[in-house]
């Protein structure tokens, strides 16, 4: 599998998550028990469905060989593997930021003016 993985997150949560040392989610992940996190390929879709008309977000980049036993690939949209994280994510599993808005047809618009996924 991918040797990472993604998680957009409000930019004030991870803020939050800085000063406590680690992540724990949003609240949809709390809710579901786990973290959910999405491959490049995955984020367009995940962006259009959960994060349209958002701004104030990162885009957080996660190396998946910090996880360990935490880190699970399941079924989701339509049978495809996600990777959802059975804990808090640590900070030094973030290997980057970038600061976006998704637009109200799910389409990134990043700080640094890309407008292309990773």
């Not at 390929?41 to 996880?67: I, K, M, N, P």
């Not at 640590?90 to 047809?105: C, I, N, T």
Request: aromatic share 8%.
């Amino acid at each position: 599998m991918s040797p990472v993985a993604y998680k957009l997150v409000d930019a004030a949560e991870w803020r939050a998550a800085r000063a406590a040392g680690a992540y724990a989610g949003s609240a949809v992940d709390r809710a579901d028990g786990y973290i959910h996190m999405s491959t490049a390929e995955q984020l367009v879709e995940t962006a259009r469905r959960h994060y349209a008309g958002r701004d104030g977000l990162l885009l957080v980049e996660v190396a998946l060989e910090e996880l360990g036993d935490a880190l699970r690939w399941e079924p989701s949209r339509g049978g495809e593997l996600f990777p959802h994280l059975y804990g808090p994510l640590p900070l030094s599993a973030a290997r980057s930021e970038r600061e976006l808005a998704v637009d109200d047809d799910g389409r990134p618009t990043f700080a640094d003016g890309a407008t292309r996924w990773p």
